[in-house]
């Protein structure tokens, strides 16, 4: 078991009490409405068990939409009989399907990354590398399919993706299915 900034061990159930309570909280209310110490009261554990596990309210916010991004959108599944297009397309709309839950806190979270560089850059290694990792990887997989040409850059094509999602998230636009298969079809079209 590990063991907390002051050397006790972590209550893993501790953890998830905060960060389900977290969650609740700021969708119910708002990123800006919601304290530590609400979080905390919440959760049923003391603030001082939050600080042990995360240095800020943006730092635990961000672990539990995470956690949560993999129960909507997982890394796509390379061990099936689909093809790239397919998977892309469903990922895509996972990931949809998911900012119609927490797309205000994500907006919060890029809000506060404005703010704090440490912030930003555990925002920028926690969450968005991951998601750009994993678009890069089902687009090399396309090129070695044969989906995808080889003189397309898999790199660039992911960050347009992420670009388009990202602005569309940032101005309130439709983020729905009909938009997914639109960024698909200018990729593999």
């Avoid at 892309?88 to 996972?94: A, G, I, R």
């Amino acid at each position: 078991m590990g063991e907390g900034a002051s050397g006790r061990p972590v209550n893993a159930e501790a953890g998830k009490a905060l960060k389900a309570a977290a969650l609740q909280l700021v969708r119910a209310n708002g990123y800006d409405n919601v304290s530590i110490a609400a979080i905390a009261k919440a959760a049923g554990v003391a603030r001082q068990t939050l600080y042990n596990r995360w240095a800020t309210k943006a730092d635990l916010i961000l672990e539990a939409v995470f956690e949560e991004t993999h129960n909507y959108a997982a890394e796509p599944d390379f061990d099936t009989d689909k093809d790239c297009r397919t998977l892309l397309e469903t990922f895509l709309v996972n990931v949809f399907n998911h900012l119609e839950i927490d797309g205000d806190t994500l907006r919060a979270l890029i809000a506060a990354a404005q703010h704090d560089s440490g912030f930003q850059a555990s925002f920028h290694a926690g969450f968005v590398k991951p998601r750009e990792r994993m678009i890069t990887a089902l687009l090399v997989r396309a090129q070695d399919t044969g989906e995808l040409p080889s003189s397309r850059n898999p790199e660039t094509i992911s960050t347009l993706i992420h670009g388009a999602f990202w602005y569309r998230l940032l101005n309130r636009g439709a983020l729905n299915p009909a938009f997914a298969r639109e960024i698909v079809s200018n990729i593999f079209d």
